[in-house]
């Protein structure tokens, strides 16, 4: 069982449209964490967020942590293809240790 | 390059076997994060070391350990390995204690 669900599992859009992933929780996170994973890479970390409703852009993506700390969003606007990869949330628990959800395959044709 | 170097990059055992998987972690870090990614579990946390102690642990099983040595770097033994210990074994580090952020490029296992 995952702490953290992410939706969907799988996204396909065409180059130039948004997207929204969802990373959601019933444990209240002291950080949470978006990576992105391409295939027979380690993750790469995109953002870090720690304050109950925190926003954080980087270029086209946006990151939202939610006011009570339990779930996030990454919004990326007019995607590329080379922003396919596998989205991962992580969240950062009391005693340090991260728990991921399971990942967005989001891929983006050109 | 997240400057985290794993060796080797891929490994072919049979089961009962022992292996060790190695990590670097970036110049100045000094937590050490293992994780295991499979395609039914995701990714896992195992164990954290933080300049050479023990500081959490996740989801590892009795058949593995790991340490981290005085220049920093850490190995995960991982013993009696069984089929279902087939996954992919990141490593990760962080110049502070809290959760880790650069991973390396991973150690595919494949014990048949």
């Known amino acids: 069982t995952q702490l953290l669900e992410q939706s969907p599992q799988f996204l396909s859009i065409q180059e130039g449209e948004n997207l929204t992933v969802y990373c959601n929780s019933s444990?209240?996170?002291?950080?949470l964490q978006w990576y992105r994973q391409e295939p027979g890479e380690g993750p790469v970390l995109l953002v870090t967020?720690?304050?109950?409703?925190e926003v954080k852009k980087l270029k086209r993506l946006t990151f939202q942590f939610g006011d009570a700390r339990k779930d996030s969003s990454l919004h990326i606007t007019a995607a590329q293809p080379g922003d396919t990869g596998l989205y991962l949330c992580?969240?950062?628990?009391?005693?340090?240790?991260?728990?991921f959800g399971a990942g967005t395959t989001v891929t983006v044709r050109a | 390059d997240s400057g985290v170097t794993q060796t080797p990059k891929h490994l072919i055992t049979a089961t009962g076997q022992r292996v060790t998987l190695r990590c670097s972690p970036r110049?100045?870090?000094?937590?050490v994060y293992w994780y295991q990614q499979s395609l039914d579990q995701g990714l896992q946390f195992l164990i954290q070391?933080?300049?050479?102690?023990?500081?959490a642990k996740g989801n590892i099983l009795e058949r593995f350990s790991a340490q981290q040595f005085p220049d920093l770097h850490s190995e995960l033994n991982l013993s009696s390995l069984e089929l279902g210990d087939s996954a992919l074994y990141f490593c990760?580090?962080?110049?502070?204690?809290?959760?880790?952020?650069?991973f390396g490029q991973g150690t595919r296992l494949t014990v048949v």
């Open positions: 990760a580090s962080s110049p502070t204690s809290g959760p880790g952020a650069f």
């Open positions: 444990s209240v996170f002291s950080s």
């Open positions: 967020v720690v304050t109950g409703g």
């Open positions: 992580a969240g950062g628990l009391g005693d340090y240790k991260l728990s």
């Open positions: 110049s100045g870090d000094l937590s």
């Open positions: 070391y933080y300049n050479g102690e023990e500081r």
